[in-house]
């Protein structure tokens, strides 16, 4: 161990009830000196008062999920017993689950506990709470850690069709030492961050052209995300062709296609690489940008949707110089538009190439032997999902894809009478299944890589679970929509050794049976309910 730098002590979720943390992290106590005091601890906030040794990363787990700072649920923690973190010098990272709303009150009592101005990165979570607390929390923030140099200040706003202003995170520019900034609103008060050289912004309406011009004011800028929060309305983003001095650029979640002047980029004389994500419709005005690609590296996610008149628009690159080795397709998304073989030669001339990442979508019947015919596909798919079709046909043709690491079926039919070997898929490591008919013909013990198994399906439980005892390299099993279980399935699941980590929904069945399979070696957590 005398070459580890850093000890991360991940899915120490609720087990740590039955299993003592201190004890836990006091395992690991020799190697201290070696780690330097590099200690990441994820955990729920019940548990934090047993983290008494020195960390340099914090992760939380709040125990309630998406809730609410009225919930009288969260006043029962006992933020007294925090005051051993006012000792902790080495702690430089706060950061909360990716998909739990922070409750005030912790992360202001845990902020307080620490030295003024110590850390240097705060992850904050997803929803937007409203104003209010988002006000308390920028001056929380804003006041206390002027030292920050990132701050992932929430990430999903107008979740509730309420949309942010400026005004509400004015007090953030006190962090003159900020080089990196997530946030859903730009306020031009932000221009006093003259180090901020990433910036991830989303826009509302036409809020982003007008930011430009204290943008301007930023001389480190040269990493620019930037989101729309409302797909179904087109607003202009042109001006962002006046930011000349970026290396990076990346444009998610708008309709770009009809905003021609957003590819003037020539005065981006610095530009090195661009991402489009999230793009309405795959069509000739998208691909205008490709022009550039002599110039700089171009990364696209494509998604095609039926137009008005339920067709779908153009697709001719003839006459488009391009650099294919400039350019990779990372996802491409289907609805309801069938690969054809006109369409697929045309992708596949142009771009020497076919997207790791295959998404179809909302088909009345679906072939998949129709995707495995395609020139080059099978030695370049890793990620296939089909969600939402009535009839699936020819499922077996996935063999075919030996590369494929992740297979996704949601609320699909599957359209077979016989067994569906799977060996094929050899180098399969995740499975998500949800909302499937005749999903027993699937003969998932084939599948002899998989490491990961998502199951939201409580007619399928039962006569999958056979399957699991001859996954060997099976380590995380996730459930939901599971309202029945028998004491023999529940002890089959525990009796599974090879298993790290559990997955199952708050306040289901499952929750009940919580200490039978939390182990010293086996971590279980509980999340909020997902389609």
């Not at 009839?391 to 043709?397: A, R, V």
Request: glycine fraction near 2%; hydrophobic fraction near 35%; charged fraction near 20%.
């Amino acid at each position: 161990m005398t070459k580890l730098s850093t000890l991360q002590l991940c899915h120490v979720f609720s087990y740590v009830e039955y299993f003592d943390l201190k004890h836990f992290i006091q395992i690991n106590h020799k190697c201290q000196h070696v780690c330097n005091h590099l200690i990441q601890v994820k955990c729920l906030e019940r548990n934090l008062i047993n983290v008494n040794v020195p960390l340099h990363s914090l992760y939380l787990t709040p125990s309630i999920l998406n809730g609410d700072s009225a919930n009288d649920k969260f006043t029962t923690f006992d933020y007294k017993q925090l005051t051993h973190l006012s000792n902790n010098s080495t702690l430089k990272a706060l950061c909360f689950s990716y998909d739990a709303t922070t409750e005030y009150h912790l992360l202001s009592n845990i902020i307080r506990q620490l030295p003024l101005h110590s850390l240097t990165k705060i992850d904050l979570g997803t929803y937007d709470i409203g104003e209010e607390n988002i006000i308390k929390y920028a001056t929380l923030i804003g006041t206390t850690q002027t030292s920050l140099k990132t701050l992932s200040f929430w990430k999903d706003p107008g979740k509730n069709a309420r949309f942010s202003e400026p005004r509400e995170v004015e007090v953030l520019s006190k962090l003159v030492k900020c080089e990196n900034l997530r946030c859903f609103v730009w306020s031009p008060s932000f221009v006093s961050m003259q180090k901020l050289s990433s910036l991830n912004l989303f826009y509302h309406l036409d809020t982003f052209n007008e930011s430009v011009d204290s943008l301007k004011k930023l001389p480190n800028l040269c990493s620019l995300i930037i989101r729309s929060t409302t797909l179904n309305q087109f607003y202009s983003i042109h001006r962002v062709s006046e930011l000349s001095y970026l290396t990076y650029l990346n444009i998610s979640g708008t309709q770009i296609n009809k905003d021609p002047a957003v590819f003037s980029l020539d005065k981006c004389t610095n530009l090195k690489y661009i991402s489009v994500y999230y793009i309405a419709s795959i069509s000739e005005e998208v691909f205008d940008i490709l022009k550039y690609s002599t110039k700089f590296h171009i990364q696209l996610q494509l998604y095609s949707i039926p137009l008005e008149n339920d067709e779908f628009a153009p697709f001719n690159l003839t006459g488009i110089q391009l650099d294919p080795k400039r350019i990779l397709i990372l996802h491409m998304t289907m609805v309801q538009r069938k690969i054809k073989y006109r369409l697929a030669k045309a992708l596949f001339n142009r771009f020497q190439q076919w997207p790791p990442n295959l998404y179809f979508k909302g088909y009345s019947t679906f072939d998949v032997s129709d995707i495995h015919k395609c020139t080059g596909i099978s030695n370049s798919l890793v990620r296939l999902e089909l969600h939402f079709i009535d009839k699936i046909l020819n499922l077996n043709s996935v063999n075919s894809f030996s590369y494929l690491t992740s297979l996704s079926i949601k609320h699909c039919k599957i359209k077979t009478e016989e067994p569906i070997p799977l060996n094929g898929l050899i180098s399969l490591q995740r499975l998500c299944i949800s909302h499937c008919d005749d999903i027993q013909f699937l003969s998932i013990s084939d599948i002899t890589s998989l490491t990961s198994f998502t199951l939201k399906d409580q007619a399928c439980f039962t006569p999958l679970l056979p399957h699991l005892i001859k996954l060997t390299n099976l380590k995380q099993i996730s459930l939901s929509n599971i309202s029945v279980i028998t004491d023999n399935d529940v002890e089959f699941l525990i009796l599974l050794d090879n298993i790290r980590h559990y997955i199952f929904e708050e306040d289901s069945i499952f929750q009940e049976k919580e200490k039978y399979f939390a182990t010293p070696t086996r971590t279980v957590s509980f999340v909020t309910h997902q389609d």
